[in-house]
């Protein structure tokens, strides 16, 4: 067969792959960042056992009759012991296998397989822990057979500053297990319940910093601002110093309460949806307000790479972390529940 020329066509349809040299950018691009929401803004500390435990502790309430006669005996004791509470640490893993041959070859985008895997199953494990540390889930020891230990999460952990739906209860701590809370039914998200949250946990003692939820929550919350019935006290005007590019704004990121208390709406990628308790169940999300001061990550064995023996011409490692949340004073937060992300928020 003859042509009028030798073309890019006839190049690329050589056999065993063509003639042509690929063209390939020797980088990675992901667009899973390892943005962790919650992890970031909570503190750390160390566990010291598979039951990690601390003490509640709080004033007691006014008494407005305080009152005594002078030269008076000094009468009956005060004194209030605190409340042991704790939480069981979860194991996380992953395995990652790569033949020695992978780790030789000239490969697209890092230098070494194994060490490119080994870094991405760590942030792998990270991404989830912070999804985990905000499932309904109930605490489990470890019993070193069949059955995992289970950290208790934020959900199960909330009973004094909670808004369920219809036929949803809270979980707890009881006799050294968190239970998981009661599913309720699917409702929307309204201004009033945003407000008595706040509220409630301002009351209590706490004081939240920040509102975190999903992505299609923040923003249903966010467009509720911008409506005519929000209770906003609005700007009436801004004098502008600065000619150059005016920015459009069209979101809302801060909520200051009525208690002088600024909320920051966190919109976290990692938060999963759950079955609500209606008869045909939907996805319904949580909307969680908390005091960062006292939400720790509980540290037994942090981010691990341990060598496993190598299989023929196969190099194997696992990574765990070994960790747990510590919510300090579950009174200093608070959730509503059982929120449909698609219906639209309304004042009441």
């Not at 690929?22 to 929401?37: C, G, P, R, T, Y």
């Not at 019935?229 to 920015?247: K, S």
């Amino acid at each position: 067969m003859t042509t009028a020329n030798t073309d890019d066509f006839d190049l690329r349809s050589q056999e065993f792959g063509g003639l042509v040299n690929e063209d390939v950018m020797s980088q990675i691009w992901d667009v899973s960042k390892i943005n962790l929401a919650f992890l970031d803004r909570i503190g750390s500390d160390r566990s010291k056992n598979h039951f990690t435990e601390w003490t509640l502790d709080e004033l007691a309430a006014p008494d407005i009759l305080n009152r005594n006669v002078d030269g008076a005996d000094a009468g009956t004791d005060d004194s209030v012991l605190g409340t042991r509470v704790g939480n069981f640490t979860q194991l996380l893993n992953k395995v990652v296998r790569v033949s020695m041959r992978a780790r030789a070859v000239d490969s697209i985008g890092f230098a070494d397989t194994l060490a490119y895997q080994v870094m991405r199953r760590q942030q792998e494990i990270r991404r989830d822990l912070n999804a985990i540390m905000l499932e309904n889930q109930a605490s489990l020891a470890d019993d070193g057979n069949t059955v995992p230990g289970v950290l208790g999460g934020l959900p199960s952990w909330l009973t004094s500053n909670t808004s369920r739906g219809t036929g949803g209860a809270d979980g707890g701590f009881s006799s050294g297990i968190v239970a998981a809370a009661t599913a309720g039914d699917a409702r929307g998200l309204t201004e009033t319940l945003f407000r008595d949250l706040a509220q409630s946990i301002w009351e209590g003692g706490g004081n939240p910093t920040v509102a975190h939820s999903t992505p299609a929550m923040i923003r249903q919350f966010s467009e509720y601002g911008f409506t005519e019935t929000a209770r906003i006290a609005r700007l009436q005007r801004q004098e502008q110093q600065d000619r150059g590019a005016a920015t459009a704004v069209a979101s809302i990121n801060l909520w200051l309460t009525d208690f002088d208390v600024t909320l920051e709406l966190v919109a976290d990628r990692l938060q999963q949806t759950h079955d609500s308790g209606d008869i045909i169940p939907i996805d319904v999300v949580d909307l969680f307000m908390y005091d960062t001061e006292f939400l720790m990550e509980g540290t037994l064995q942090g981010v691990q790479v341990i060598e496993l023996a190598t299989t023929g011409t196969a190099q194997n490692r696992e990574m765990i972390n070994d960790t747990t949340l510590k919510v300090l004073n579950e009174a200093a937060h608070g959730v509503i529940a059982d929120l449909d992300p698609t219906v639209a928020v309304v004042q009441v």
